[in-house]
């Protein structure tokens, strides 16, 4: 089981930039991938961002362009770089692993909230 523990989220200005951090822990050895999601009120969960042990990454057409997903593999940590932020970005972010099954793990961390609001 990995634990995860995200952090950097906050109250920005649209237009603004948030950096989050997530920092794993635990069995990463079959990990093939690290990845976030978003889940904004009354909304489900998404994928937003991927990064493949390979380096390999992935965004949704929401936020291509304006993130940046990074892993520091000594770190076993995970960033998301935000910028052009906007209202609609507002949610709780989430950062996962991808297990050897290419399912994504069951086990998630508390989040971090992102507000995003003039």
């Known amino acids: 089981q990995v634990q995860l523990v995200e952090s950097g989220g906050g109250l920005v200005q649209p237009g603004g930039s948030l950096r989050l951090s997530c920092a794993a822990s635990?069995?990463?050895?079959?990990?093939?991938?690290m990845g976030w999601y978003r889940q904004a009120p009354g909304k489900e969960r998404e994928l937003i961002a991927l990064i493949t042990s390979a380096g390999g990454t992935n965004y949704a057409d929401s936020v291509k362009g304006r993130f940046t997903i990074s892993r520091d593999n000594a770190k076993n940590t995970v960033y998301l770089q935000m910028n052009s932020l906007k209202p609609e970005d507002t949610a709780v972010y989430y950062c996962?692993?991808?297990?050897?099954?290419?399912?994504?793990?069951?086990?998630w961390g508390q989040g971090t909230q992102v507000t995003v609001s003039s």
């Open positions: 635990g069995s990463m050895v079959r990990i093939n991938a």
């Open positions: 996962n692993v991808r297990l050897p099954s290419y399912s994504w793990s069951p086990y």
